[in-house]
Nanobody, 118 residues
Framework: QVQLVESGGGLVQPGGSLRLSCAGS????????MKWFRQAPGKEREMVAG????????KYAESVKGRFIISRDNNRAMVYLQMNSLKLEDPAIYFC???????????WGQGTQVTVSS
């Protein structure tokens, strides 16, 4: 059974930090591009960050560049999103996604809520 399970969300003040984790199981994690998306109420889901299968290349949305860092640990089948300098526009449900290279296979997690409030 394929699973992606996010954790680490919560409430943080503006300027604070959170580290999201996503644990993959039931598929060969190391062969999948991993991405983080977010969706705020009334808005479309948007990609926040992505990392290649070997962790060598990373991509970020302009809105989070310089603040968020994506990383992965293939031995543990984990992907992380370190979020620093959180802003009032960052609150959303954050999802991790696995995308099979050269295939249409993709998996989504159930999401974790991030709230930024003073």
């Amino acid at each position: 059974q394929v699973q992606l399970v996010e954790s680490g969300g919560g409430l943080v003040q503006p300027g604070g930090s959170l580290r999201l984790s996503c644990a993959g199981s039931g598929f060969t994690f190391r062969y999948y591009v991993m991405k983080w998306f977010r969706q705020a109420p009334g808005k479309e889901r948007e990609m926040v960050a992505g990392v290649t299968i070997d962790g060598g290349r990373k991509k970020y949305a302009e809105s989070v560049k310089g603040r968020f860092i994506i990383s992965r640990d293939n031995n543990r089948a984990m992907v992380y999103l370190q979020m620093n300098s959180l802003k009032l526009e960052d609150p959303a449900i954050y999802f991790c996604k696995a995308e099979g290279q050269g295939s249409n296979t993709e998996y989504w997690g159930q999401g974790t809520q991030v709230t930024v409030s003073s």
